[in-house]
Nanobody, 118 residues
Framework: HVHLVQSGGGLVHAGGSLRLSCAAS????????VAWHREAPGKEREFVGR???????DYADFVKGRFTISRDNAKNTAYLQMNSLKPEDTGVYYC????????????WGQGAQVTVSS
């Protein structure tokens, strides 16, 4: 069975930094594209960014220049480096990886709480 296990997150002051990790394990699954989403209190889950299998990266406009997505294929892990954090970045961050089988089989991490104080 495949799992995406997230680590990182926490509480930081505005202007601070945090790094989230998303490690895939189980059934020989290798990460292809990995997306990051977040869910703020009272809001719908929104797209943060994605790293494609080939290494191209897309970012939502509200994180460009502040967040960086990367991957370590040897560790089967993706990362979300968050700098210059703002209180409005507060929320639960999720990583997502397509299974290659279909949407009902895609994988989500368990989520990581990020809280930015003003």
């Amino acid at each position: 069975h495949v799992h995406l296990v997230q680590s990182g997150g926490g509480l930081v002051h505005a202007g601070g930094s945090l790094r989230l990790s998303c490690a895939a394990s189980g059934s020989g699954f290798r990460l292809g594209s990995v997306a990051w989403h977040r869910e703020a209190p009272g809001k719908e889950r929104e797209f943060v960014g994605r790293i494609w299998t080939g290494g191209d990266i897309d970012y939502a406009d509200f994180v460009k220049g502040r967040f960086t997505i990367s991957r370590d294929n040897a560790k089967n892990t993706a990362y979300l480096q968050m700098n210059s954090l703002k209180p409005e970045d507060t929320g639960v961050y999720y990583c997502f990886a397509p299974s290659g089988i279909g949407p009902s089989h895609d994988y989500w991490g368990q989520g990581a709480q990020v809280t930015v104080s003003s």
